[in-house]
């Protein structure tokens, strides 16, 4: 059993930065990907970025590409999102997920974290 818990959401002014935090818990971080999705409000989530166990691999929604940068910290568990040049079509709940146990499929979700992007 894998456990997820994002933080560092919150209110910020468009060209702002925020950095996210998702803390795991449970079977061994590094074996597994991870991934940033978001979804706004009337919308469907979508994919902002991943990354590798090793963090050798990291793909990216195009449209965050440039801004967004996902990493993570074996040693502590931690995956990161650090958000630069926010804009308020970035405003959305973001989530972490996980690939655990050699699936193609994102099976453990976190419970998100608000980010609003002011104008």
């Known amino acids: 059993q894998v456990q997820l818990v994002e933080s560092g959401g919150g209110l910020v002014q468009a060209g702002g930065s925020l950095r996210l935090s998702c803390a795991a818990s449970g079977r061994t971080f590094s074996s597994y990907a991870m991934g940033w999705f978001r979804q706004a409000p009337g919308k469907e989530r979508e994919f902002v970025a991943a990354i590798s166990g090793s963090g050798s691999s990291t793909p990216y929604a195009d449209s965050v590409k440039g801004r967004f940068t996902i990493s993570r910290d074996n040693a502590k568990n931690t995956l990161y999102l650090q958000m630069n040049s926010l804009k308020p079509e970035d405003t959305a709940v973001y989530y972490c997920?996980?690939?655990?146990?050699?699936?193609?499929?994102?099976?453990?979700w976190g419970q998100g974290t608000q980010v609003t992007v002011s104008s």
């Open positions: 997920a996980a690939k655990v146990g050699g699936t193609s499929r994102y099976n453990y």
